[in-house]
T-cell receptor, first 112, second 112 residues
Framework: GENVEQHPSTLSVQEGDSAVIKCTYSDSASNYFPWYKQELGKGPQLIID?????GEKKDQRIAVTLNKTAKHFSLHITETQPEDSAVYFCAATAGGSYIPTFGRGTSLIVHP | GAVVSQHPSRVICKSGTSVKIECRSL??????MFWYRQFPKQSLMLMATSNEGSKATYEQGVEKDKFLINHASLTLSTLTVTSAHPEDSSFYIC????????FGSGTRLTVV
């Protein structure tokens, strides 16, 4: 089955800096890669996603890149703000399955 | 976008009692819903796939007699934790797929 590795487990940045979270996946059949933000005591919320036919996608301060050859994808957050502090999960969904495999999560801390 | 509503958000129950958690898709029909369990500072663990009108599919190691799942309509799935014990205390989250994979807000269960 699919295996998703996520790094780092904890990321601490100063407000205004950029943050990058990286994930790798094992199943070359995976074709959908969502990113979720989970605030304390809440369910994960989809913040951005990318499909395998696209190399990069951007939504305001958030961007995701995908390298299918290397089987890795990354989340980039620019101009970080304290409200960006949360746990971020990457996921990969293999073709034919609609159940994503999640990474272990990254706790992002943005210091004012 | 798709909205998944989960209730209650938190519940405290006594050991030996049963607790029911509801998951509703508010603006779409979901023939399939998913139930996750999340331990502190850990990723999401898929417990079972809830199928409307048929039996749920449980992941390996999940006791189906302990965690009863009912998916009686296209918009409602329920998870009942039977004869709850302190080790069942956890954060339970449901999800459903519409155009994306959407999570509920989660239920914090504390068994005392």
């Amino acid at each position: 089955g699919e295996n998703v590795e996520q790094h780092p487990s904890t990321l601490s940045v100063q407000e205004g800096d950029s943050a990058v979270i990286k994930c790798t996946y094992s199943d070359s059949a995976s074709n959908y890669f969502p990113w979720y933000k989970q605030e304390l005591g809440k369910g994960p919320q989809l913040i951005i996603d990318i499909r395998s036919n696209v190399g990069e996608k951007k939504d305001q301060r958030i961007a995701v890149t995908l390298n299918k050859t290397a089987k890795h994808f990354s989340l980039h957050i620019t101009e970080t703000q304290p409200e960006d502090s949360a746990v971020y999960f990457c996921a990969a969904t293999a073709g034919g399955s609609y159940i994503p495999t999640f990474g272990r999560g990254t706790s992002l801390i943005v210091h004012p | 976008g798709a909205v998944v509503s989960q209730h209650p958000s938190r519940v405290i129950c006594k050991s030996g009692t049963s607790v029911k958690i509801e998951c509703r898709s508010l603006d779409f029909q979901a023939t399939t819903m998913f139930w996750y369990r999340q331990f502190p500072k850990q990723s999401l663990m898929l417990m079972a796939t809830s199928n409307e009108g048929s039996k749920a599919t449980y992941e390996q190691g999940v006791e189906k007699d302990k965690f009863l799942i009912n998916h009686a309509s296209l918009t409602l799935s329920t998870l009942t934790v039977t004869s709850a014990h302190p080790e069942d205390s956890s954060f339970y989250i449901c999800s459903a797929e519409d155009e994306g994979y959407t999570f509920g807000s989660g239920t914090r269960l504390t068994v005392v």
